[in-house]
């Protein structure tokens, strides 16, 4: 328990304040020392009038002596101070404890000692030092016109000097109830704050044991839910890549074990002697080729696919001029879009270079002109468009009649082996993750890529880069020439109007 990070919190928290409290009780004392000992003398102080005026009475009506003092002691006794009773040579005549009898107090004769005048009370203290003693008389002391005996209350100086330590009773129990209270408020706090961490730590131990889908809830704003959010977060990564590994290596799996059969069945029928004429020879070799093709694509593109996610290949910074690019690589697929009995245009404006990787980005848009074949019904039509937007970057669309992606599947486009027509899949030996390499190499040049799809419009794959003058800006660079005019293409592959 004592190992734990709330009983740390609570008992660091308690002695804190403690600590507080025991420095701010001694700070007290010594703050309110003077004021205490002036409390005191008040207190005494106010005593030394009304003996006064019993010791005029008593002298008014011509008591003897003696009666002033069995008067005097009875006020002793009643008011539980020591009473000196003295005459005008300042001589005790009288003393409640018998031990000043015959003893002269000149401390009154100092005349720099002033009347001290308090709420309800007048009177003059001066120090007895011979005998340890405060003294308090009345305000008329040392008055011509004074009584033949005045009397004096005393009060031993240690007395005084200890009215601070009446305090400290006080500041003890306040000590005790601050400690108690300070002990709970702790617990509550170390609490608040050890509660969300033996949640997540919970949470960790659930995740190592294979259970990713945990959720921490997020209470307030502060470091601690932060904290919360982010392992939320994490915990949703880390479930979104456990589900992205189990689909890849099921996908892979199914990839590979298509042409694996296939190659199996015609090896063995080879082998077993099923297969014997040149032309049955020849038709066996040209599906195993195939299929082994097939499979070398499909490593090579997992392995570019996980180079690229690592950042382990590297991007050449050049200026490519992409309007040559698209054209160039639009007429590469000539014969497969007359093949499949479609159409292709281009709609190019006049666009800046951008900076990158020219062998990386045709292969962005070899992947998107080769899908846009794959899916463009027959008679549809393939249009490579390239404009400049308003904030400077550059943008290309590869559009394709015909072909609708379902709204439900769209965020899934981009995702390694997702096909949205399982009729095609795989159609003309296709690895399945052409689009998430795509996706990659856009986001490798600081670009970004959506899929647009609608019934009434067709499917549009919209790579947006930035220009190169937004990644390397040069004061004073001359402005870039306007590039030709893209030529007209050839009949059979002009986009009709829209």
């Known amino acids: 328990m004592l190992g734990s990070l709330r009983a740390r919190l609570t008992i660091s928290f308690a002695l804190v304040v403690a600590l507080a409290v025991f420095l701010a009780g001694i700070g007290a004392l010594f703050l309110l020392r003077d004021q205490q000992q002036a409390t005191v003398r008040e207190r005494y102080g106010r005593f030394a009038e009304p003996l006064n005026l019993t010791v005029s009475g008593l002298l008014a009506n011509h008591n003897s002596l003696n009666t002033i003092e069995a008067a005097m002691g009875a006020n002793a006794r009643e008011f539980g101070v020591r009473v000196l009773l003295v005459d005008q040579d300042l001589k005790v005549v009288y003393d409640s404890q018998q031990k000043l009898d015959g003893s002269y107090v000149l401390s009154f004769e100092n005349p720099s000692i002033g009347v001290i005048s308090t709420t309800g009370a007048r009177y003059k203290a001066a120090g007895y030092e011979a005998a340890n003693l405060e003294l308090f008389a009345p305000p008329t002391m040392g008055d011509p016109q004074s009584p033949r005996y005045i009397a004096l209350v005393a009060v031993p100086a240690s007395q005084l000097g200890s009215a601070t330590l009446d305090l400290a009773p006080r500041l003890a129990v306040a000590s005790a109830i601050a400690l108690i209270v300070s002990f709970l408020v702790s617990y509550f706090i170390s609490r608040s704050i050890s509660g969300p961490l033996r949640r997540i730590t919970q949470a960790s131990m659930q995740m190592a044991q294979g259970d990713y889908d945990v959720h921490i809830p997020i209470k307030g704003e502060d470091e601690v839910g932060r904290l919360a959010e982010a392992f939320n977060t994490m915990a949703q990564e880390v479930s979104r890549s456990q589900r992205t590994m189990k689909d890849l290596l099921a996908n892979v799996s199914h990839e590979l074990k298509t ?13 077993d002697g099923a ?9 066996s070799g040209r599906i195993i080729n195939e299929e082994a093709t097939r499979m070398r694509a499909l490593v090579e593109d997992l ?4 180079r690229m996610e690592t950042g382990q290949i590297p991007m050449e910074h050049k200026h490519v001029e992409l309007a040559p690019m698209l054209e160039q690589t639009l007429e590469r697929f000539q014969w ?13 404006e006049y666009i ?13 848009f070899s992947n998107l002109i080769e899908n846009a074949v794959r899916h463009t019904p027959l008679g549809g039509v393939i249009t490579v468009s390239a404009l400049t937007l308003r904030n400077g970057e550059v943008s290309v669309s590869v559009h394709n009649t015909g072909s609708v992606i379902p709204k439900e599947d769209l965020p899934r486009v981009f995702e390694r082996f997702f096909q949205v027509d399982r009729a095609r899949a795989r159609k003309g030996g296709t690895s399945g993750l052409g689009l998430a390499i795509v996706r990659e190499i856009v986001e490798a040049h600081g670009g970004r890529v959506r899929v647009v799809s609608d019934a009434e419009r067709g499917t549009d794959f919209i790579v947006t880069l ?4 937004q990644t390397e800006p040069r ?7 306007p590039a030709p005019r893209t030529k007209r293409p050839p009949r059979g592959r002009e986009a009709p109007a829209r």
């Open 259 to 271: 042409p694996l059969t296939s190659i199996q069945g015609f090896s063995q029928a080879m082998l």
């Open 275 to 283: 297969v014997q004429t040149d032309e049955e020879f020849r038709e």
């Open 303 to 306: 392995l570019l696919l996980s």
């Open 336 to 348: 497969a879009i007359r093949d499949a009995g479609i159409q292709s245009g281009t709609r190019i």
């Open 352 to 364: 800046p270079p951008v900076h990158g990787d020219a062998r990386r980005l045709e292969q962005v």
């Open 466 to 469: 930035p220009s190169a003058t």
């Open 475 to 481: 004061p004073g660079r001359p402005r870039a020439k």
